[in-house]
Nanobody
């Protein structure tokens, strides 16, 4: 089993920055994707960004140029640096990992709240 624990969510003013962290416990193997999703009140959960085990990244258009994902494979940790935050970034941010073991398995963290005030 894999468990994901997020941290770093907070209340921040518009234009500010936050850094989220997510630590995985358990075996995530050598082929995996780690990423961040978010869900705002009344909206569906959406992909923010993810990164493969060999460092390829993918970003939602709404965060390109403002958010940066990175990972430390030795620590099984993924980070999300969020700059120039906007009120519309307010959401619960969920860490996600997809692990390849013959087939793909998916795991979720419990979420961390990010609130951006105007």
């Amino acid at each position: 089993q894999v468990q994901l624990v997020e941290s770093g969510g907070d209340l921040v003013q518009s234009g500010g920055s936050l850094r989220l962290s997510c630590v995985a416990s358990g075996s995530i193997g050598s082929i995996n994707r780690m990423g961040w999703y978010r869900q705002a009140p009344g909206k569906q959960r959406e992909l923010v960004t993810d990164i493969t085990s060999d460092g390829r990244t993918n970003y939602a258009d709404s965060v390109k140029g403002r958010f940066t994902i990175s990972r430390d494979n030795a620590k099984k940790t993924v980070y999300l640096q969020m700059n120039s935050l906007k009120p519309e970034d307010t959401a619960v941010y969920y860490c996600n990992t997809k692990v390849r073991r013959i087939t793909w398995y998916e795991y979720w963290g419990q979420g961390t709240q990010v609130t951006v005030s105007s």
